[in-house]
Nanobody
Framework: QVPVVESGGRLVQAGGSLRLSCTVS????????VGWFRRAPGKEREFVGI???????RSADSVKGRFIMSRDLDKNVVYLQMNNLTPEDTAVYYC????????????????????WGQGTQVTVSS
């Protein structure tokens, strides 16, 4: 069973919205943080946001106010609601789990994340 699977990516027009899902297997979200990252064409992978203990979230400045993270503890799924999308949001989006970051720590350091999904492509057309 694959530990982390992203889904929901597709082509969307600028100004539109999209919701990505991250399904986690083998570990409970009650003790595991889930981070979102993205890799745009020709760029390095970058931090997007994280959701952790008590539904606390932290987002990158580039998506703050537009992207919202939530989680369903019963389904063990984390969601990334993306609003007011721009072509600059075009990227492969990844989610990753981290027990270490559940209560704090450096969310930008990819070494703090244990399991990564294969990614889901989001393309925003102008």
């Amino acid at each position: 069973q694959v530990p982390v699977v992203e889904s929901g990516g597709r082509l969307v027009q600028a100004g539109g919205s999209l919701r990505l899902s991250c399904t986690v297997s083998g570990r409970t979200l009650s003790t595991t943080a889930v981070g979102w990252f993205r890799r745009a064409p020709g760029k390095e992978r970058e931090f997007v946001g994280i959701i952790r203990r008590g539904d606390g979230t932290r987002s990158a400045d580039s998506v703050k106010g537009r992207f919202i993270m939530s989680r369903d503890l019963d389904k063990n799924v984390v969601y990334l609601q993306m609003n007011n999308l721009t072509p600059e949001d075009t990227a492969v989006y990844y989610c990753a789990t981290s027990a270490r970051l559940y209560s704090g720590g450096d969310v930008y350091d990819e070494k703090n994340y244990s399991y990564w999904g294969q990614g889901t492509q989001v393309t925003v057309s102008s």
